[in-house]
């Protein structure tokens, strides 16, 4: 998912400041946000992004996907969240695993 609007932003994320903690919101301005997220699991699962490249009128981004075998006594949601430029000419983003498309995002601006 690509978030571009604040106000998606919070509906989908809304960020409490407690008193332990610093909230940095995206400059939306001028940051895209970008999401990856993976169905609810009970395997311990850690995803993270390794770069994205601007390419013309795309962006492609490259994640890692970890999962441990071990069963968890819960279940979870992995998700993970970048704020990368945006640019008025880019109309796609690109999620790869590895050397593999995972998904093609089309960017609202």
């Known amino acids: 998912m690509v978030v571009t609007k604040q106000k998606e932003f919070m509906k989908l994320f809304g960020i409490a400041k407690t008193a332990t903690n610093t909230v940095t919101m995206p400059a939306f301005d001028k940051e895209q946000v970008l ?8 395997k311990e699962t850690t995803i ?24 968890l006594t819960y279940t979870t949601l992995p998700i993970a969240l970048a704020a990368i430029p945006k640019y008025n ?20 601006h």
């Not at 992004?49 to 071990?70: P, S």
Request: hydrophobic share 35%; aromatic share 10%.
């Open 48 to 71: 993270k992004f390794d770069h994205a490249t601007k390419a013309g009128t795309f962006i492609e981004v490259y994640c890692e996907v970890q999962k441990k075998n071990e069963p």
């Open 89 to 108: 000419e880019v109309n796609t983003i690109k999620f790869y695993e590895g050397s593999s498309l995972v998904n093609e995002v089309k960017v609202k």
């Open 35 to 42: 999401v990856l997220a993976m169905p609810e699991t009970n």
